[in-house]
């Protein structure tokens, strides 16, 4: 039995599907093996990675699962890499992040291997990691760092944030309570995975419910709405520009074709919106199209999420909701002091 939670959750559903992903469904029993394997062939003769920062430009589906479940089972730290970033970014988060090893979906590799070149880094494969036999795997601390994510960098370079096991597992615990998770959920994934809005708002709060996360090869308008028609989904998460974009190309459909898709997402329980304020615009045409109040809420990569609108009760517009069981906010003037409930502050 292993010593990470999310590896022991994911052990109690071998048999349940995990991940949608290339046109293929992936057990928890079929994830499993798969990290096993990258865990055992990034440990190479080693017994430990003893938080060696590995970085992988991998893209969603089942192999990035794999890849980051791997990294931790074999004790190091996931470093996820953007997709989209260019070759300058890449090697300024390689260099900042202290990575020792590399990792690419084939497709991807020839993208980052100037930055192995220069870095003299490992360059591995993941079709070549995924066909390693398994060996026998550390016993890491809920405690030990687990992940490093990089900010935005709105007012500077980027800053890498580092989380251990124990953080990630609040933030997940905090929100599968928050937002009702079950293993019964499925929910569609059309966000990076290099952020938190992806990572663990999304991915790690399915595999830990025991629920099943679809990936699509790319976002598209009519494949997304497709997906949410079809009524086999129960929970979708964006961002705000994402729900324009489909708003947009409902407005754009037949009224026949409308109204199929709208009531096929009454079955749908949550829909949320995050990582960048909503318009009230956006909200209350979402509503008409849909018939749901999209849930706001409030995190940033430094502390995972913070706040958020009631799954059930009132949601107002323009709010971000109330602090989640696990976090204590409070507001503040300049110089740091805290403010009554009626003074406006910073958090």
């Known amino acids: 039995m292993s010593s990470l939670e999310l590896i022991r959750r994911a052990e109690q559903h071998q048999q349940s599907i995990a991940l949608l992903a290339e046109g293929k469904s992936y057990t928890y029993q079929e ?8 865990a ?18 991998v893209p969603p589906g089942f192999s990035y699962a794999a890849c980051q479940w791997g990294i931790w089972r074999a004790g190091g730290i996931a470093v996820p890499l953007g997709l989209q970033h260019p070759l300058p970014e890449l090697a300024y988060v390689v260099e900042d992040a ?14 980052l291997a100037p930055v192995a070149e220069k870095y003299s880094l490992p360059l591995l494969l993941t079709d070549c990691l995924l066909a390693e036999s398994t060996s026998r795997l550390p016993v890491v601390s809920h405690q030990r760092q687990a992940m490093m994510l990089y ?28 937002w009702g998770w079950t293993a019964g959920d499925q929910i569609l994934h059309v966000l990076p995975l290099h952020h938190i809005h992806g990572i663990i708002n999304i991915l790690t709060c399915a595999l830990w419910a025991g629920a099943t996360c679809e990936f699509l090869p790319r976002f598209e308008e009519q494949t997304v709405w497709q997906r949410l028609g079809s009524g086999e989904l129960s929970l979708f998460m964006a961002v705000p520009t994402i729900y324009n974009k489909l708003i947009a190309r ?38 008409e199209i849909t018939g749901h109040v999209l849930l706001e809420r409030y995190g940033m990569t430094e502390i995972g999420m913070a706040l958020s609108n009631p799954l059930l009760g009132t949601r107002v517009a323009g709010h971000v909701g109330q602090p989640l069981s696990n976090m204590e906010v409070r507001r503040v003037d300049e110089s740091g002091q805290a403010l009554a409930d009626d003074v406006p502050g910073e958090i």
């Open 31 to 38: 994830l499993l093996a798969a990290s096993a394997q990258v």
């Open 98 to 111: 202290g990575i020792s090893t590399l990792i690419a979906e084939p497709a991807w590799a020839e993208k």
């Open 151 to 178: 900010t935005s960098g709105t007012t500077s370079r980027p800053k890498g944030v580092v989380t251990t096991h124990a953080n990630i597992q609040a933030q997940t615990e905090a929100l599968i309570e928050a």
């Open 250 to 287: 409902w407005q754009s459909l037949e009224a026949d074709q409308q109204q199929q898709l709208s009531s096929g997402c009454a079955g749908m329980r949550l829909m949320v919106s995050g990582s960048a304020a909503l318009p009230v615009t956006t909200l209350a045409a979402w509503k």
């Open 40 to 57: 055992s062939g990034l440990l190479a003769d080693n017994n430990d990675l003893e938080t060696a920062r590995v970085g992988f430009l």
